[in-house]
């Protein structure tokens, strides 16, 4: 290997190509720079003491399925246990168990034996495996979880904030900051113990409060769905509007005056013009995102066009090849101007026959039901989450985003711009259910009454089954039962949703947050509207076909081709990291003693200060080159027109603070061929996708579309703290 070269104090690997091919996939394979973290996603084990020759490791391998990521309904981390294990004497029966770390619950997983076995799915947080011989039921390897690693921190050293010289000089820094009377405390979750050291310096973000003020600006009104046609002209205008949430009256953004922007309905092969107008008192341009429209329209000011100027105008030319779920919002400061409220959805239609109206609709053509089963109607959902404080909406960094490590969490959830959702259906009714991840930050775990499908049979379970059939650029090979929905920021999901039984029934978001304090997961449930079942049966009733999982033909004859390059080396790598500096001491000293374990997703905002005070002048977020050492804009990638080009993406568990990203490709389309190794069995279309920390995702680019094009993480405060890069498609 190359060795490494140090610029600005942060270590550069550089890679040779021949490395590059020759980089591991799998967790237990022997760990490299480019591969999964051997640390996260594979255990040691270790004999019982007085036995030799015995060994093993524990492949926490990736089950297959429709995310980058399995979780339960609850959000427990699920998966596939896959034991390598070599020593062990013969003439024996050997089982493997589950435990938990307090041992009141073991689970028998079943029997091992030297070579590789894989075992039934797990999903404890923290656990314990162990190996016994059998019939005498002696222990003969075990191992601990990577997460069993979290504990608390010494509490001794923190309790008070007594942090010794550079705490004590931090704290008087802090008190005389020239921000510090313009910043309100940050809200924090209910659940989570604030350190008192946390607490004494309170150190406010080193950035100017913001938030727009217009007392004249009018109410936002409820989004209005646009049905446009080829060669239509739509106006669109981005300006202030105020909105009453949690009893506050907040002066926000808004398309058209409307939260969230028009709902824009157009045929598939459509072109429309947009006269767009800026009414904010910043600039901004509008990005079509997922959308393979000509470049010079792409939205990115700096690539694409210039930003356009409070009071300034710009047309765009939008043409839609593809159907499916899509939306839009700006490429200026997403961080300030999407989390205040400018976006809005785009449903593509497969054909110009469809025109119906109501805000859930009947099912559609007989070649959308082909491609995705049958539904009575739909509904269009986006999902967005706003950080609320006793004072009101929480002040955004005007210079640099605050937030910049893990990104800004909410703590007010909104489906449509509202806190709470409502649907009335008849029993047994079909809602095919579009959904798009709008917010700043959140990876949401979406399901129905506790969780729907169970993924056999017909999907038992719950009060209402659920199916995903399509995600981001167009539908599954297969359509799939599924527990719950993970869903990265600026991803797409369409879901279909059977409610069997009259009744109520929650939508939720169902994670498990991380206390760092105490070292402990816990369960965040969150409600984010009712769905309200009817005794009257629908009518027709589509139950017998939804019993099914269909497959799509068309699309298994388009990407069946294209699985060879499962195997095939990348072409291109990327690696997902991070450097620091400047950082408060006590978001410092406690963010090394995190690095001890990082979860593959942050669900929810659980270091709520130290978060908050990070900015884009501390914390820069990275996409690295590793054959030439280049980073984000540095990066200068040329694609052959048509080429098909595999990229991996390896989210770099040295970083010092590890995280999932949800990386987007502007103006093209590409598949999820791979996650950690694991071979995807169900491929699908995509602009998005949400890469655990920790974790290799290997995806197959389409570069079809001509033009100079973004790549970055749609974590709104990364990207605006560096996290993006270029690429050229000749």
Known sequence: MTAPRVTAGLFLLVVTSAEICGAQQRPCDPPTP??????????????????????????????????????????????????????LPAGHTYVARIATPQMDSIINLGQVRNGTTALPAIDFTKFNILISEQPSGRYVLRGQSPSTRLFPPDLLEFSVGAMGAAGSQQAETMAHHPHAAGWPMVPAPAQITMLPAEMRLRPPPDVTPFLPSDTVASPAQPSRRIELKDGDTLRLEAGVVTRALKGDTCTMYAFNGQYPGPLLEVPR?????????????????????????????????????????????????????????????????????????LYGDILVRPSASSRLSGTARPARSAEERGRGGEANREAILMLDDLLIGDAGLSPLGKESPTHALMGRFGNVFLVNGEPDYRLTV???????????????????????????????????????????????????????????????????????????????????????????LYGRFFSEVDTLGTITVTRRPVTPDYGARFAKLRSDSATIRELEPLRRYVEAPPDKVLVLTLETHDLPFVTQRLMTLDSIYFAPVEWSGTMPMMNWTSTGKQVRWILRDPATGEENTAVDWHFKRGSLVKIRLVNERRAFHGMQHPIHLHGQRFLVLAVNGVPSDNLVWKDTVLVPAGSVVDILLDASNPGRWMLHCHIAEHLSAGMMTHFTVE
């Not at 297959?64 to 309904?73: D, E, M, S």
Request: include cysteine; proline fraction near 7%.
């Open 269 to 341: 092969g459509a072109e429309i013009a947009v006269l767009f107008t800026n009414k904010l008192p910043d600039s901004t341009a509008i990005h079509w995102h997922g959308i393979r429209l000509d470049n010079s329209f792409d939205g990115v000011p700096g690539l694409t066009q210039p930003a356009i100027p409070p009071g300034g105008s710009f047309t765009y030319r939008v043409r839609f090849p593809d159907a499916g779920i899509y939306w839009y919002h700006p490429h200026v400061r997403e961080d300030v101007q999407q989390e205040l409220g």
């Open 34 to 87: 480019l591969g999964p973290s051997h640390d996260l996603y594979c255990i040691e084990l270790v004999p019982a003491p007085g036995l030799t020759g015995v060994s093993g490791r524990v492949e926490l391998s990736e089950p297959p399925g429709p995310f980058t990521i399995a979780v339960t309904a609850d959000g427990r981390s699920r998966y596939i246990p896959i034991f390598s294990l070599s020593g």
């Open 426 to 516: 008849a029993r047994g009714e079909i809602i095919r259910f579009y959904l798009t991840n709008a917010s700043n930050t959140r990876t949401w775990n979406l399901s129905f009454a506790g969780g729907g499908g169970g993924g056999g049979g017909a999907g038992g379970g719950g009060n209402a089954r659920m199916k995903v059939v399509a995600s981001d650029a167009g539908p599954f090979e297969h359509e799939a039962w599924v527990q719950s929905i993970v869903i990265g920021p600026a991803e797409r999901y369409v879901v279909d949703v059977r409610f069997d039984k009259a009744g109520t029934v929650a939508f939720l978001n169902r994670v498990q947050g991380l206390d760092h």
